[in-house]
Nanobody
Framework: QVQLVESGGDLVQAGGSLRLSCAAS????????MGWYRQAPGKQRELVAT???????NYADSVKGRFTISRDNAKNTVYLQMNSLKPEDTAVYYC??????????????WGQGTQVTVSS
């Protein structure tokens, strides 16, 4: 199994910044993509940002220009720098990653989630 552990969620005032981290661990795996999703109370989980092994990124329109996803391949870690936070960014943020185990078996893993609360 490939496990993902998120950190960095917190309570912050509107206009503030947070940086989320997600570290992948396991044996004999390679990661093709990593990303962040979020789920607000009463809403479906939605894509926030993704980054693939080549470095290409994709963002939800609602976070473009405010959030930046980055990745440290050596550490199997993905980051989400969130600036100019708004109350509507309040959600549980989940890390997601996919790739191969033992060069053969595809996997897709989710983290346990980290709470981000933005007060107005």
């Amino acid at each position: 199994q490939v496990q993902l552990v998120e950190s960095g969620g917190d309570l912050v005032q509107a206009g503030g910044s947070l940086r989320l981290s997600c570290a992948a661990s396991g044996t004999a795996f390679s990661i093709n993509y990593m990303g962040w999703y979020r789920q607000a109370p009463g809403k479906q989980r939605e894509l926030v940002a993704t980054i693939i092994s080549g470095g290409n990124t994709n963002y939800a329109d609602s976070v473009k220009g405010r959030f930046t996803i980055s990745r440290d391949n050596a550490k199997n870690t993905v980051y989400l720098q969130m600036n100019s936070l708004k109350p509507e960014d309040t959600a549980v943020y989940y890390c997601n990653a996919g790739g191969l185990r033992n060069r053969v078996y595809p996997f897709a893993s989710w983290g346990q989630g980290t709470q981000v609360t933005v007060s107005s």
